[in-house]
């Protein structure tokens, strides 16, 4: 070991590579300053913690997929025709709705709040798709996810439960892919 290394306690000591003429490398070549060891120690350090915030955000969103609301009866949805919609309040009368029934016979329901500005958005039963008018944004009608314009994220999705006599009840709330899981529980 060198020690001049030790001697300064500012330097690292370059170990992995075989040195045979200690005179031929600078003093720059065997040493890291402080700073580029700092620098590189807060880089790898953050970039473990981000991927590990990854993973436990990942675990969190598996365990949590939406939030429970009190269960309310959708008046008018036993009478929807196949590839209609209905449009409700849920949870409150300040969240706008829709329910939609497919031509499988099949239920689903968004949020009408869009998730970029929180314009109301209108389905359009054509392309089967949800418009926003505020800045030309769409969502496709069977997952609730972003196809088109400013919009990152999906519509929220209202979780369902089907009940006695064609019954349709709003259960709560979750992001587009993560409904089916709370309704699982429910």
């Not at 029934?101 to 099949?106: F, I």
Request: charged residues 25%.
């Amino acid at each position: 070991m060198n020690p001049t290394a030790l001697h300064k306690g500012t330097s690292i000591l370059e170990t992995d590579r075989k040195v045979e003429d200690k005179d031929s490398i600078s003093e720059e070549e065997l040493h890291i300053s402080r700073r580029t060891f700092c620098n590189e120690l807060l880089l790898i350090s953050t970039g473990i913690m981000l991927g590990a915030g990854a993973v436990a955000g990942e675990t969190v969103n598996a365990q949590e997929p939406g939030v429970s609301y009190p269960p309310v009866k959708i008046d008018g949805a036993e009478r929807l025709i196949l590839g209609s919609s209905l449009y409700f309040e849920y949870p409150t009368r300040n969240d706008p709705a829709v329910l939609l029934r497919s031509n499988e016979g099949e239920y689903t329901a968004f949020s009408r709040k869009c998730s970029h500005a929180g314009c109301s958005v209108q389905f359009d039963a054509g392309p089967k798709c949800f418009r926003c008018p505020c800045h030309k944004g769409m969502f496709d009608a069977r997952s609730g996810y972003a196809i088109y314009g400013p919009p990152q994220r999906p519509l929220d999705q209202i979780v369902l439960q089907m009940r006695s006599g064609g019954e349709v009840w709003a259960m709560g709330k979750s992001m587009g892919r993560n409904a089916d899981k709370i309704a699982q529980k429910s």
